[in-house]
């Protein structure tokens, strides 16, 4: 119940595409929902976060759309480019209790230019 | 403005050995928090430290125990290492005060752990 699952493992965009990342929760006690950036070599960093009282988020290019009763959420890369080639990390907190992040196992994309 | 600084960024050792890595929180920040990050994997959550102390624990065994200090740098010791302990280890410092949403966390770029 503490799983996120995310897909797809890998994703190969074109240079001003949309790359689309998907993740599912089980748990209904989470209630933020981040997503971060993972260069190599280098901690994740946070791009965009949402609560399940909103349905999308908007970042410039970065989109979240959040399905509360599905209990799904995805990040949308608008007009993607070479410089977005990373690893994406879905994850889920407790807005209660401690700052703890479970972690979805990653989507490796890369941008062609 | 210093991030989160951890060290040593590599280390190797030999099984049954023993390790310790070091935290520097960001300035301002007094929490602390330990992940450990297989190859290919999401970071999976260690323990938390707030005012020296240990306050949650993920499923990780005895082997990994933790301190914080005064300063409210951290440390991570490892003990028995088996070849599985092989990761990246990563430190992210937080503000309690910022709440419970870990919204404010800043990861450092961890160190590469690698047991042979």
């Known amino acids: 119940q503490q799983q996120v699952k995310q897909s797809p493992q890998s994703l190969i965009v074109q240079k001003g595409g949309i790359s689309i990342i998907n993740c599912a929760y089980e748990?209904?006690?989470?209630?933020?929902f981040p997503w971060y950036q993972q260069f190599p070599g280098k901690g994740p960093a946070l791009l965009i976060a949402i609560r399940p009282d909103v349905s999308e988020k908007k970042e410039g290019r970065f989109t979240i759309s959040f399905n509360k009763s599905a209990k799904q959420f995805s990040l949308h890369i608008m007009d993607s480019q070479p410089g977005d080639s990373a690893t994406y990390f879905c994850a889920a907190s407790f807005n209660k209790g401690f700052q703890k992040l479970v972690f979805g196992t990653g989507t490796r994309l890369l941008v062609s230019p | 403005d210093a991030g989160v600084t951890q060290s040593p960024t590599h280390l190797i050792k030999t099984r049954g050995q023993q390790v310790t890595l070091r935290c520097s929180p960001k300035?301002?920040?007094?929490?602390v928090s330990w992940y450990q990050q297989a190859l290919g994997q999401g970071p999976q959550f260690i323990f938390q430290?707030?005012?020296?102390?240990?306050?949650q624990r993920g499923n990780f065994p005895d082997r990994f125990s933790g301190h914080q200090f005064p300063n409210y740098s951290s440390e991570l010791n490892v003990n028995a290492l088996l070849l599985g302990d092989s990761a990246l280890y990563l430190c992210a410092s937080s503000l309690e005060l910022t709440g419970p949403s870990p919204d404010g966390y800043t990861f450092g770029s961890g160190t590469r752990l690698t047991v042979v």
């Open positions: 430290y707030y005012e020296e102390e240990e306050r």
């Open positions: 300035s301002g920040h007094d929490t």
């Open positions: 748990n209904t006690a989470f209630d933020y």
